[in-house]
């Protein structure tokens, strides 16, 4: 009796495995359902944001590493004439933009050009990334493949500019203008150029006035995510150090004249005490004497004239600081001028000038002109001319004595610094 009562209530009970009613599941999926619309916008705009926030970030990355590498390698970037392109070595093995000249024109003096854009690399095909990003990415210390990929995944567009001519303290300075662009995520068909996006570079000589200027039009390409850049900026820069340091020197190298004058007890009005005699030719001189008479023989400094240095020896663009020569585009050098470590550091021990002192911004030496023919080109064509006793020009040949810093900026501009010799 007790045993029969006692399953009878465990049967009352349903079981535990028992599944959700067919109302059931639809009323959850009718909650899902909502749940999705409602969210679905936000998960949206949160992915998007996320896109756009990297896109931005590789734009300001791009910029700063390629600010970097530009100025690093300034003198070749700006020496090589490419047009729509920026090359960083030169041997061209990293190259920023279209390859082999597409522009096809020299280097902008005058007028405007429209530059077409390439993408960093082909859609789907990773490995034709452009050699350029490696030097980018090297100066920003992140992943060159990732640098040139915006947030959406696809590679970012490429503009820049020809070799452009603008003016710095009435010096030229030559140049490239660069730009990115992402589409912000549109379809694959879609262009700068389907946009009606333009990037036009214009050099007004009249007004010394140059650089490009990106228009993103009005179908669909002022959504695009920009970044731009400006060589000049850096050029400009690079001019104004160097001849800064250029006029320290030079002022250095007045007061040395003045005091190797003060120093010499009968205080000569004639004598050049810029340098000493030229140990291997003595000129043509006031009155066909000979130049060397003219010349300081107590100096410390020696002439940079050629007989004293086996000829001209100031080439283009200059001796890095180590003495080791470099090989660059044309052959461009000055007569009897010397780097300012020649002769054993005799120039910048007994000014008290430290090597960096004596380096332009562009990482090469500068030049010492003090010898008859200073600083005329190596072709023949005169540019400055040295007072020298030394001199054959006959003109040249009384005081005051003048000598010459120099550096050479890129593509073969000569910065020059005269130094006049006061009593």
């Not at 959504?223 to 250029?246: I, P």
């Not at 004596?358 to 200073?374: Q, R, Y």
């Amino acid at each position: 009796m007790f045993i029969h009562a006692t399953a009878d209530k465990r049967q009352q009970h349903p079981s535990k495995e028992a599944g959700f009613t067919l109302v059931e599941i639809m009323i959850a999926l009718a909650i899902l359902t909502i749940m999705a619309v409602v969210l679905f916008p936000l998960f949206s705009q949160t992915i998007n944001y996320s896109q756009t926030t990297t896109t931005r970030a590789h734009l300001n990355e791009l910029v700063k590493g390629l600010k970097v590498a530009y100025e690093k390698d300034a003198m070749v970037v700006d020496t090589t004439g490419a047009d729509g392109d920026v090359v960083f070595t030169s041997n061209w093995g990293q190259v920023l933009g279209a390859p082999n000249d597409p522009l096809g024109t020299a280097t902008l003096t005058s007028g405007s050009t429209t530059v077409n854009p390439v993408q960093a690399y082909a859609l789907g095909n990773q490995a034709s990334l452009e050699s350029g990003f490696y030097a980018i990415a090297g100066a920003a210390g992140t992943s060159p493949l990732s640098l040139a990929t915006d947030g959406y995944g696809n590679p970012f567009w490429v503009y820049v500019s020809p070799e452009m001519e603008g003016h710095y303290d009435g010096y030229p300075v030559y140049y490239h203008d660069v730009a990115f662009l992402s589409t912000n995520g549109a379809p694959s068909s879609v262009t700068p150029a389907s946009q009606g996006v333009t990037y036009t570079c214009t050099v007004n000589p009249t007004y010394e006035q140059s650089g490009c200027s990106l228009n993103l039009g009005t179908n669909g390409g002022q959504h695009d995510a920009v970044a731009t850049f400006s060589g000049y900026a850096v050029e400009q820069h690079l001019y104004h150090v160097t001849l800064r340091k250029m006029k320290t020197v030079g002022d250095a190298y007045g007061a040395y004249f003045t005091t190797q004058y003060l120093a010499n007890a009968s205080r000569n009005a004639d004598i050049d005490y810029f340098a000493n005699i030229d140990t291997a030719w003595n000129g043509c001189g006031p009155g066909g004497t000979g130049g060397n008479a003219y010349m300081d023989t107590s100096s410390p400094i020696p002439n940079s004239g050629n007989g004293s240095n086996s000829g001209p020896s100031y080439y283009f663009p200059g001796e890095n600081p180590d003495g080791s020569t470099a090989s660059y585009y044309g052959t461009n050098f000055l007569m009897d001028v010397q780097p300012a470590t020649w002769d054993n550091n005799a120039f910048i021990n007994n000014l008290g000038l430290s090597l960096p002192s004596v380096t332009s911004a562009w990482g090469f030496l500068m030049g010492i002109g003090n010898g008859p023919n200073s600083s005329n080109y190596g072709n023949g064509e005169p540019y400055t001319q040295n007072r020298d006793p030394l001199s054959c020009n006959t003109n040249m040949q009384s005081p005051p004595y003048t000598a010459f810093i120099l550096a050479w900026a890129p593509n073969t501009v000569l910065l020059s610094i005269p130094v006049v010799g006061n009593y």
